[in-house]
């Protein structure tokens, strides 16, 4: 059993060739973008947001450290 966040590119070409399953879960963007958020601003090794419109608008425009949360959806989802 693997947990991790990495987006679908990161893995081996022949993980998609081998027998291993996989159950993606995917979150609530909504959820997602406060988490983050006050995840960046307890994180010492993030900018800390200068508000949560502005990085509202980050996260929709895949301008947070990381990229695009919908890529990263899309990328699993093609599997």
Known sequence: LLTCHLPRHIFPKSFSCSRAKVIYT?????DVVVSYYYFSK????????????????????GELPHGSWFEHIQGWMKM
């Open 42 to 61: 307890m994180c010492n090794s993030y900018e800390d947001p200068t508000s949560f419109e502005q990085f509202l608008m980050d996260f929709l425009n």
């Open 26 to 30: 995917i979150r609530n963007p909504r």
